[in-house]
């Protein structure tokens, strides 16, 4: 079993800045992608950003250039650093991990975070 702990939400003014943090834990052989989606208020949910199993980032163009996606490999946690928060940006955000697990390498599995809040408002 897989399990994600997510922090960092909260309220912030326009223009302000957060870092959210995702840990993952469990019985982890290795993990594919690792990425941030978000869900607004009687929208889809929708990918921000993530780490293609190759290795790359992929960003939704209404973020690139104030959100930036980072990871640490040996703590099994990504992180999303947001800057430039808009009203707009208002969500709930979810951590997402692909992942192996020691039981069956073989397969693929999928793990979503509890969701944290973020809000931007003066």
Known sequence: QVQLVESGGGL?????????SCAASGS?????????YRQAPGKQRE????FTSGGSTNYADSVK????????NAKNTVY???TGLKPEDTA????????RSYSDVTRVYDAWGQGTQVTVSS
Request: charged share 15%; hydrophobic share 50%; with cysteine.
């Open 12 to 20: 912030v003014q326009p223009g302000g800045s957060l870092r959210l």
């Open 28 to 36: 982890i052989f290795s993990i594919d992608v690792m990425g941030w």
């Open 47 to 50: 990918l921000v950003a993530a």
């Open 80 to 82: 999303l650093q947001m």
């Open 92 to 99: 709930v955000f979810y951590c997402n991990v692909r992942f």
């Open 65 to 72: 250039g104030r959100f930036t996606i980072s990871r640490d």
